[in-house]
């Protein structure tokens, strides 16, 4: 089981930029694909973008294609979400989780989930 703390969140305004970090420990992180999902209050968990064991393949919704990029440091056992032109409607929790199959754009695809860490984007 590898645990999972995500950090990296705040309050920003609209076209600012964040960088969200999810640190595990207690277990083999290079072994895992990744995933970023993130949750607003009254809405379902929805995902955001993944990375491969090495980080050479990446995959990203719509909503945020072309301004966020996802990397991974298996040195460090970090993953990372890197967030820019940042909109009021990306208001959410943000989650890290560890993937256990192939439906890496649904949250069946995961069995290991952070805490979450609050991106709240002003207008």
């Known amino acids: 089981q590898v645990q999972l703390v995500e950090s990296g969140g705040g309050l920003v305004q609209a076209g600012d930029s964040l960088r969200l970090s999810c640190a595990a420990s207690?277990?083999?992180?290079?072994?895992?694909?990744m995933g970023w999902f993130r949750q607003a209050p009254g809405k379902e968990r929805e995902f955001v973008a993944h990375i491969n064991l090495d980080g050479t393949v990446t995959y990203y919704a719509n909503s945020v294609k072309g301004r966020s990029t996802i990397s991974r440091d298996n040195a460090k056992n970090t993953v990372y979400l890197q967030m820019n032109s940042l909109k009021p409607e990306d208001t959410a929790v943000y989650y890290c989780a560890t993937a256990i199959n192939v439906a890496l754009t649904s949250v069946a695809g995961y069995n290991n989930w952070g805490q979450g860490t609050q991106v709240t984007v002003s207008s």
């Open positions: 207690g277990g083999t992180f290079s072994r895992y694909y």
